[in-house]
């Protein structure tokens, strides 16, 4: 199993540029999570998805951010448009089942210059 | 969701036994306490979790206190790879669905020679 996949591991872009994270949750788990991490904030989740249904985006910090997982195999978190303070490590991961036993991805480091 | 006090860091000789603890004293009778650690630049790995009893892996060993007010993560023989932010984590039970999990800022454990 090749675990959870991101996409891309690093990312530097323009203030003002969309941006789009990608990730591959392990076949079978039907949770599929996307965290933020920042050194003064630490790990915020920003939105959960089970069976593909977002649950709760209540983290999603404004309307700039966006999330969608149009299948069981792919999910996109959005920014558009970027800003500096959005330069972070996006994380994903996905579980099964009812038990929190997530596996994390290596994470996107976003850097909004 | 209950929440949990962790030491800010601790220090452990590598070959050492590592004795986190975590107090939860406002836990709930359906609630487990997960424990995840977070290599450097990685992303957050499971470790063990459980209700009441003593719990075993291959990874470490969860002591609960009998009125699960707290409990101790125990690596038995620390090696300088555990040096890792360990976070305890107390969440509700299996409803068949997964739930976010909210992470702390957890415990910093440096493995020295």
């Known amino acids: 199993d090749a675990g959870v996949i991101q996409s891309p591991r690093h990312e530097v872009t323009e203030m003002g540029q969309e941006v789009t994270l990608r990730c591959k949750p392990i076949s079978g788990h039907n949770s599929l999570f996307w965290y933020r991490q920042t050194m003064m904030r630490g790990l915020e989740l920003l939105i959960y998805f089970n069976n593909n249904v977002p649950i709760d985006d209540s983290g999603m910090p404004e309307d700039r951010f966006s999330a969608k997982m149009p299948n069981a195999s792919f999910s996109t978190l959005k920014i558009q448009p970027s800003e500096p303070r959005d330069s972070a490590v996006y994380f994903c991961a996905s579980s099964f089942g009812g038990h929190e036993r997530y596996t994390f991805g290596s994470g996107t480091r976003l850097t909004v210059v | 969701d209950a929440k949990t006090t962790q030491p800010t860091s601790m220090d452990c000789a590598e070959g050492r036994a590592a004795n986190l603890p975590c107090n939860h004293s406002?836990?709930?009778?359906?609630?487990?306490v997960y424990w995840y650690r977070q290599i450097h630049s990685q992303g957050p790995q499971y470790i063990i979790h459980?209700?009441?009893n003593n719990e075993t892996n291959e990874m470490a060993s969860l002591i609960i206190t009998e009125d699960r007010k707290s409990s101790t993560l125990i690596l038995p023989h620390a090696t300088l790879r555990d040096t890792a932010v360990y976070y305890c984590?107390?969440?509700?039970?299996?409803?068949?669905?997964?739930?976010?999990?909210?992470f702390g800022t957890g415990t910093r454990l440096q493995v020295t020679l």
């Open positions: 459980g209700l009441k």
């Open positions: 406002t836990i709930s009778g359906n609630e487990y």
């Open positions: 984590i107390v969440r509700g039970g299996n409803t068949g669905t997964a739930s976010k999990l909210t």
